[in-house]
């Protein structure tokens, strides 16, 4: 069964710094694909960045980036220069080949950009 | 131009009452979701349907009833409302023949508390 684990729930960061978010999964699928996920105060679902495991680049998307390590199972998500708006609950998914291609989610990581 | 919209946006009510709540897309997705996240963040798929047909049911009461008069729309119905059942409730679409990549877009959320 596909899980994934975000271990930091809350993220505290200076504006303009770099940041990563961690996300660890789990399948025995050889095909899948990982998803990030912004969730500000607002409410709404913001796709941010897609990576495909069998892309040999990790996947960059403007400030944010993902670092991929298919052998240590990890997509951590990176944001450069950060700014106050990234301030956001973030979630890391995946969706398996097999099956009828739901998102499984994390748990979520609330970021917070201090000025 | 709204790509997923569901109406209502808030929805407070009592135990024991029905309601539903609807979801429609614009984007001529094959595919929509509904997911419940819950008080603590955490967002968990409930049922997919594919060009009508269902084809995912995850562990949810038979309270609650998917159903999908046509691609472009999935309305969720739920009987006699429980406490537990007050979370938010956001529908998705995408479109299955472009492979994994394939981003799922989301509603803006219904926030559903039960008194």
């Known amino acids: 069964a596909q899980k994934i684990t975000q271990t930091q729930p809350g993220m505290f960061v200076q504006e303009k710094e770099a940041v990563t978010l961690d996300c660890t999964y789990d399948?025995?699928?050889?095909?899948?694909?990982l998803f990030w996920y912004k969730q500000p105060s607002s409410g709404e679902m913001i796709f941010l960045i897609y990576?495909?495991?069998?892309?040999?680049q990790n996947a960059t998307e403007g400030r944010y980036s993902l670092n991929f390590q298919k052998a240590r199972k990890s997509a951590n998500l990176v944001i450069s220069a950060s700014q106050l708006g990234d301030s956001a609950m973030y979630f890391c998914?995946?969706?398996?080949?097999?099956?009828?291609?739901?998102?499984?989610f994390g748990q979520g990581t609330r970021l917070t950009i201090n000025p | 131009d709204t790509a997923v919209s569901q109406t209502p946006k808030y929805l407070v009510t009592q135990m024991g009452n029905d309601k539903s709540i609807k979801c429609e897309q614009n984007l001529g997705h094959d595919t929509m979701y509904w997911y419940k996240q819950d008080s603590k963040k955490f967002l968990k798929i409930m049922f997919s349907y594919n060009n009508k047909e269902l084809i995912i049911n995850e562990t949810v009461p038979n309270r609650f009833s998917p159903k999908s008069p046509d691609k472009a729309h999935l309305n969720l119905h739920i009987n006699s409302l429980e406490l537990g059942d007050s979370a938010v409730y956001f529908c998705a679409s995408s479109q299955t023949d472009r492979g994994l990549e394939n981003e799922q877009f989301f509603g803006p959320g219904t926030r559903l508390t039960v008194l």
């Open positions: 399948t025995s699928d050889q095909s899948y694909g």
């Open positions: 990576q495909g495991s069998y892309d040999e």
């Open positions: 998914a995946m969706r398996e080949s097999q099956g009828a291609q739901k998102l499984v």
